[in-house]
């Protein structure tokens, strides 16, 4: 694996939590110190929000789909509907 | 044809739906408030789900519904018309960035989208799915975990440049 890909593996390891207390210290030492690393981090933090977000819009869109199939149906939207009349 | 998850989903509408929507109803909410919080609530159970985090004593059904009073309280607080936050089960909680705002711009967003799709549902199969880089690496038709493995940070390191790029760009501009 090429250094580069390392260094994200050891970032992914970090926000995952997945250091032991003295790595993890050890890490946040060099982040002190190193603010390329620093900036780095936070955008491979920005990249996994990123990823949780889109993946709960696609959730909500098949969710979505699931909704407007049942509401085709009669009963099911007339038992919906009715809780707001 | 629907998958196991479709029918599953289906399943959950019909028997939580109505339970949800009366709930809402009695804090004065509408159709559509009912809908958003039915889907939030399912979202944040099947999220706990895969991250084995769910309560080991309350049934899903229950689950859910303690998740759907929480996200309409919450969705009433913003509106101003209902603030009780009394008798929330501590076992039932929604994330902390659940309501979050998009971590970029839409327009970022939709670039990220469009330039990867198979980088971004391999990278959304491990950190959000939680598959394991074997389950991965078979789905994906990759030949050794190890390749889906190091495919996946390079996966990681384009969405993070793509973000970072946007972000000089947001800079200058």
Same mark, same amino acid.
């Given at each position: ?12 390891? @970090?926000?995952?939590?997945e ?20 900036e780095?981090?936070? @955008? ?5 929000q ?19 199939r049942l ?5 099911f ?9 | ?7 599953w ?10 339970q ?48 759907a009073?929480?996200?309409?309280i ?5 509106t ?17 960035d ?70 000089y ?5």
């Amino acid at each position: 694996m090429r250094k580069q890909l390392a260094e994200i593996r050891e970032i992914d390891r @970090y926000l995952l939590q997945e250091m032991t207390a003295p790595v993890r210290l050890v890490f946040q030492a060099r982040m002190l110190v190193a603010p390329a690393l620093r900036e780095k981090v936070r @955008y491979q933090r920005k990249a996994l929000q990123l990823l949780f977000w889109l993946a709960r819009e696609e959730k909500r869109a098949q969710l979505d789909i699931v909704f407007q199939r049942l509401m085709k149906e009669d009963h099911f939207h007339q038992s919906i509907t009715s809780i707001f009349k | 044809m629907r998958n196991h998850e479709d029918q599953w989903l289906e399943e959950i509408y019909r028997n939580l739906l109505p339970q949800v929507a009366r709930m809402v109803h009695r804090m004065n909410g509408n159709l559509e408030m009912a809908k958003d919080v039915f889907q939030d609530a399912v979202i944040i159970y099947l999220e706990k789900q895969r991250q084995q985090t769910l309560p080991a004593n309350v049934p899903a059904q229950a689950y859910i519904m303690g998740i759907a009073r929480i996200c309409c309280i919450r969705k009433m607080k913003q509106t101003g018309r209902y603030t009780s936050l009394e008798n929330i089960n501590s076992d039932i909680s929604v994330p902390a960035d659940y309501y979050a705002l998009p971590p970029v711009e839409r327009s970022v967003l939709n670039y990220v989208k469009a330039a990867g799709k198979r980088c971004l549902q391999l990278l959304q199969a491990f950190y959000y799915d939680h598959l394991s880089i074997q389950e991965i690496a078979a789905g994906f038709d990759f030949k050794t975990p190890h390749s889906a493995s190091v495919q996946k940070y390079k996966c990681l390191e384009k969405v993070r440049e793509q973000i970072k790029q946007s972000d000089y760009a947001e800079t200058v501009s």
